[in-house]
């Protein structure tokens, strides 16, 4: 499975961006899909997942704001990021795992897209 993201970017506080994340080769293995991101000095997070299914799970720092959205006839992940601020910059990462819990290790990896939000 190779995930490659796109979307990334510089953005004034208060704006937004959407990141998309395409997968390919054997796609018919992934479940869960998930962004996390990585800031320098900090560990990495999960922001958010979505299963196949459309079950989803979302940061306590980012509900509200974000929204993950797959669409599996197009093997594309997204995560709609609204009223950014500035901690939100990072590395974002896209990643997959072949099956449905999202808060479990994940398998297949992204290289990211940078998110730099100025404030």
């Known amino acids: 499975v190779q995930l490659v993201e796109s979307g990334g970017g510089l953005v004034q506080a208060g704006g937004s961006l959407r990141l998309s994340c395409a997968a390919s080769?054997?796609?018919?293995?992934?479940?869960?899909m998930g962004w996390y991101r990585q800031a320098p000095g900090k560990e990495r997070e999960l922001v958010a997942a979505?299963?196949?299914?459309?079950?989803?799970y979302y940061a306590d720092s980012v509900k509200g704001r974000f929204t993950i959205s797959r669409d599996n006839a197009k093997n594309t992940l997204y995560l709609q990021m609204n009223s950014l601020k500035p901690e939100d910059t990072a590395m974002y990462y896209c990643a997959a795992r072949p099956g449905e819990l999202l808060r479990y290790e994940y398998d297949y990896w992204g290289q990211g897209t940078q998110v730099t939000v100025s404030s």
């Open positions: 979505i299963t196949r299914g459309g079950s989803t």
């Open positions: 080769g054997n796609i018919f293995s992934i479940n869960a």
